[in-house]
Nanobody
Framework: QVQLVESGGGLVQTGGSLRLSCTGS????????MGWFRQAPGKEREFVAA????????AYADSVKGRFTISRDSAKNTVYLQMNSLKPEDTAVYYC???????????????WGQGTQVTVSS
């Protein structure tokens, strides 16, 4: 059974930091693009960050550029999202995503994690 399991979410004050982790099991993801999406209450799921299978290419939503950093450790089947300078508008459930080709379009993502809550208080 293929699974993506996120961890690291929680409650943090404005300006604080969190690091999310997502570990895959059931297959190797070393040749998969991996990334992160988020969904706030009443809003659609939106792209946050993506890493190519090698980690050599990354992409970010404009809203998080300069504040969030995606990285991966293929040996551990894990992708990370370092989130700094957090704002209340970053509050959402954060989902890990993996796909053989592209993780910037939600409707094309092959595997999803169950999500982890991030709450930023003002």
């Amino acid at each position: 059974q293929v699974q993506l399991v996120e961890s690291g979410g929680g409650l943090v004050q404005t300006g604080g930091s969190l690091r999310l982790s997502c570990t895959g099991s059931g297959r190797t993801f070393s040749n998969y693009a991996m990334g992160w999406f988020r969904q706030a209450p009443g809003k659609e799921r939106e792209f946050v960050a993506a890493s190519s299978w090698s980690g050599g290419s990354t992409a970010y939503a404009d809203s998080v550029k300069g504040r969030f950093t995606i990285s991966r450790d293929s040996a551990k089947n894990t992708v990370y999202l370092q989130m700094n300078s957090l704002k209340p508008e970053d509050t959402a459930v954060y989902y890990c995503a993996a796909d053989p080709l592209n993780v910037e379009l939600a409707h094309k993502v092959h595997y999803w994690g169950q999500g982890t809550q991030v709450t930023v208080s003002s």
